[in-house]
């Protein structure tokens, strides 16, 4: 069974949450998960780390929930918006032996995506949704070009249409091709914009 950290989750811990203020106490939950992350490394004997990451409402927790919840590894659910973080963490696991993995959930329409973030409980400015799915998409493309040794897995969301969410995983035979697709997934936050007006 997996150990799962999620600063979403370590929110409904904190004194006053509330769904409806989730951006007020995201700083602090991100920097307790962090924390977090680090002692699970440290001491757990699970060799797999994996970081799911994707912008907000791209399915991740869903994708986790019914994919990766019963490996036995530490996973990280977040958005790996920033490349600072990110490299902190892959060093982190590098330096206690483990084996890093990321699987980046995409979605295959930005405009849903965003409308299934304006639909969800926990409130935050449309802004975090452009950030996030512009600085992810770079970070990933970062970790490529810098860290060759780390597994990634690109993982599609879609509805069918019956309004199910389902997970489609890419095949990309070589790191070369992995770099086209991530290159031509770079977006500015204008670009995400214009994609969900």
Known sequence: MAIIISA????????????????????ESAKMADQEFEKAVESTSY???ILVCGGSASGKSEFLATQLANRESIIFDGTLSSIKRAERKLKKIIKENKKPIIYAVIPDNLKRAFIAFLRRDRKFSDNHFYRTHSSSRKTLLWIVLNYPQVKINIVESFYTTSQELKFANLRLDNKQKLIEYLSGLQMTEDDIIKQTV
């Open 8 to 27: 979403d989750e370590i929110k409904k811990e904190l004194k006053g949450y509330t769904p409806s203020q989730a951006e007020k106490f995201h700083a």
């Open 47 to 49: 060799k797999e780390v």
